[in-house]
């Protein structure tokens, strides 16, 4: 039976979701954040482009995302209900055919999901960047075709961190079976949240997510999504309700669809109703992909009668380097970066990332595999302007 002892692959059960009925200008902003992190930005140093136009809507706030607002981050921007997923292989054969999360094959020509427009940007500007170290026990219980049971235990280590300590735990547990997915996890400061996906045909998904958080400062959220997956294009809808100092309700209602017109081009839209703000956002995005090597993305938002735009490039220049810059503008910011990925041909599937930005933060990652069962992470960010820099280390050690 497999084993796996990570460092590295772990997220705080962090908030998501702003309160419903209290207000601030530091909450607001995040929620503006979150619309244009929603379109495709990838980096957190875009924070406060629009935000002050939201910030002076009064009493009430929610979590404004135009993108999936399925997994729970913390303010790493991980997904701590994806942590027992294992370390991607850097050297996954590109020419397979994509695959949903039950395994089922996916239309070549069908555009994936509307938050996803820009996926070939993400998946080289979109670094894992950590401070100290972190820590995680992955042990299968059952492991088998028909049903997967595991469990995982996590500790994180550094100064970049939730509570007042210097350190966090969680516990997490996951069981699939079949056409069903069921995951939750508890933290140390008490916080739950769990996720239920079923697959209801071979098309369709619907999944269900909640968090509950007894301190008070975080607002409890409940989450209801259906995915539809056709042979050229995709609809998704999502239904948020949120509960904060006793009061709650419906926060936000989004719908998105995706259409794949050429081989080459794809064009879509997304609406999200914000009950308490009395606004319903529009976006509109559109990805071009020239050839097998180079996809350009675009989305437009349409947040308070303002025009938010966001634009990506991602090109491979052969089987190892590859290439992406993303655009961001806002109410009253340009944002922009570049960066690289490289993948090296070698027994230790090696890889390196870097990204630099208009905010003058400079990033890098490496991994590799020092031996068949230990692979080993190295993660480094420098802010020139504040003269200020993050270092982490990361280490997977298992026996499969």
């Given at each position: 039976m497999m084993r796996r002892l990570a460092v590295g692959v772990v997220s705080s059960l962090g908030a998501t979701s702003g309160k419903f009925l209290?207000?601030?200008?530091?909450?607001?902003?995040?929620?503006?954040?979150?619309?244009?992190?929603?379109?495709?930005?990838?980096?957190?140093?875009?924070?406060?482009?629009?935000?002050?136009?939201?910030?002076?809507?009064?009493?009430g706030?929610?979590?404004?995302?135009?993108?999936?607002a399925v997994p729970l981050q913390g303010e790493d921007g991980y997904d701590s209900m994806n942590a027992l997923k294992t370390q991607e292989d850097p050297k996954k054969n590109q020419d397979e055919d994509e695959k949903d999360e039950f395994g089922n094959s996916i239309s070549k020509f069908n555009p994936g999901k509307f938050e996803n427009v820009s996926k070939e940007a993400k998946e080289v500007l979109a670094l894992d960047i950590t401070d100290g170290?972190?820590?995680?026990?992955?042990?299968p219980i059952i492991q088998s075709q028909q049903k997967i049971l595991m469990h995982s235990h996590t500790i994180w280590m550094g100064t970049n961190f939730l509570g007042p300590e210097k350190g966090f735990y969680e516990f997490q547990a996951m069981l699939q079976a079949g056409?069903?997915?069921?995951?939750?996890?508890m933290d140390s400061m008490w916080?739950?949240?769990?996720?239920?996906?079923?697959?209801?045909?071979?098309?369709?998904?619907?999944?269900?997510?909640?968090?509950?958080?007894?301190?008070?400062?975080?607002?409890?959220?409940?989450?209801?999504?259906?995915?539809?997956?056709?042979?050229?294009?995709?609809?998704?809808?999502?239904?948020?309700?949120?509960?904060?100092?006793?009061?709650?309700g419906i926060e936000q209602f989004s719908g998105?669809?995706?259409?794949?017109?050429?081989?080459?081009?794809?064009?879509?839209?997304?609406?999200?109703?914000?009950?308490?703000?009395?606004?319903?956002?529009?976006a509109i995005a559109a990805r071009y992909k020239e050839n097998e090597n180079e996809t350009w993305s675009m989305t437009l938002a349409n947040v308070q009668n303002k025009l938010n735009m966001n634009l990506s490039y991602a090109r491979k220049v052969d089987d190892n380097y590859t290439l992406a810059t993303e655009t961001l503008i806002g109410f009253?910011?340009?944002?922009?970066?570049?960066?690289?990925?490289?993948?090296?041909?070698?027994?230790?599937?090696?890889?390196?990332?870097?990204?630099?930005?208009?905010?003058?933060?400079t990033s890098m990652t490496f991994s590799?595999?020092?031996?068949?069962?230990?692979?080993?992470?190295?993660?480094a960010q420098y802010q020139h302007k504040k003269n200020e820099y993050t270092f982490g280390m990361s280490l997977m050690v298992g026996d499969g």
């Open positions: 209290t207000t601030n200008k530091k909450t607001l902003a995040k929620a503006g954040e979150r619309v244009l992190k929603g379109l495709g930005a990838v980096a957190a140093s875009a924070v406060g482009v629009g935000c002050s136009g939201l910030a002076g809507l009064g009493s706030s929610t979590t404004v995302c135009l993108a999936e170290a972190r820590l995680m026990g992955q042990f056409k069903f997915v069921m995951t939750g996890g916080r739950l949240q769990g996720r239920v996906v079923k697959m209801m045909a071979k098309s369709m998904v619907i999944r269900a997510q909640f968090q509950l958080c007894p301190d008070g400062k975080t607002p409890d959220d409940l989450r209801l999504r259906a995915d539809y997956t056709g042979s050229d294009f995709s609809i998704n809808g999502e239904l948020m309700a949120g509960m904060a100092n006793g009061s709650g998105s669809y995706l259409k794949t017109l050429t081989p080459q081009f794809a064009i879509g839209a997304q609406m999200t109703i914000l009950p308490a703000y009395l606004m319903a956002p529009l009253q910011k340009v944002w922009s970066c570049v960066g690289l990925k490289y993948d090296f041909k070698n027994d230790f599937k090696s890889r390196y990332a870097a990204l630099f930005d208009t905010d003058l933060n590799e595999e020092m031996l068949p069962a230990i692979r080993a992470g190295y993660c």
